[in-house]
T-cell receptor
């Protein structure tokens, strides 16, 4: 166990559905991340929150909507997804800002299939 | 644009073999280089190498950083089937405290 828990582990959804991915960390970290991992591509950063504030600007389609209600929880709300959004979605946490922020602790991911 | 390139993309060895995985990088304002092991789904941290620590070792795994030639290697000696995984290399993007540039990974398969 890495101290980062993601649910659900698997998700199949149609293009018109709305669903949410959940992530919880028990490490006392103050930064949380969503990454997308597609086959044969590098891990791609989607969103970063530090102390519940969204930081960094990444080009992510608006059909992905993050929410960070507190420093231990992170959500990714999904709506009207496309088949090319099928991928492994990984949540991670770290001690945010400065040295140590690059050492990420990952959850086990949600394997998403969009039909 | 920052780049991290890993090679080979996949590798098959027999138990007991020694393997060397490669990671080259072009990163603005280099701070560190990290190695992760991804078996099944969750990547787990292995090593972080910085200017002040260019060699790390943990059991059968070791890693070195060559800041002049801009590459790192991950060495695994006496491989075991449990070493089968994807090994990821990453480096923080210049100017960012949060963004890591990842390589595509090396898929290592260790056969009994």
């Amino acid at each position: 166990e890495t101290g980062v828990t993601q649910t659900p582990r698997h998700l199949v959804m149609g293009m018109t559905n709305k669903k949410s991915l959940k992530c919880e960390q028990h490490l006392g970290h103050n930064a949380m991340y969503w990454y997308k991992q597609s086959a044969k591509k590098p891990l791609e950063l989607m969103f970063v929150y530090s102390l519940e504030e969204r930081v960094e600007n990444n080009s992510v389609p608006s059909r992905f909507s993050p929410e960070c209600p507190n420093s231990s929880h992170l959500f990714l709300h999904l709506h009207t997804l496309q088949p090319e959004d099928s991928a492994l979605y990984l949540c991670a946490s770290s001690q945010g800002g400065g040295q140590g922020s690059e050492k990420l602790f990952f959850g086990s991911g949600t394997q998403l299939s969009v039909l | 644009e920052d780049k991290v390139v890993q090679s080979p993309l996949s590798l098959v060895v027999h138990e007991g073999d020694t393997v060397t995985l490669n990671c080259s990088y072009e990163v603005t304002n280099f701070r560190s280089l990290l190695w992760y092991k991804q078996e099944k789904k969750a990547p787990t941290f292995l090593f972080m190498l910085t200017s002040s620590g260019i060699e790390k070792k943990s059991g059968r795994l070791s890693s070195i950083l060559d800041k002049k030639e801009l590459f790192s290697i991950l060495n695994i000696t006496a491989t075991q089937t449990g070493d089968s995984a994807v090994y990821l290399c990453a480096s923080p993007r210049g100017g960012s405290n949060y963004k890591l540039t990842f390589g595509k990974g090396t898929l290592l398969t260790v056969n009994p």
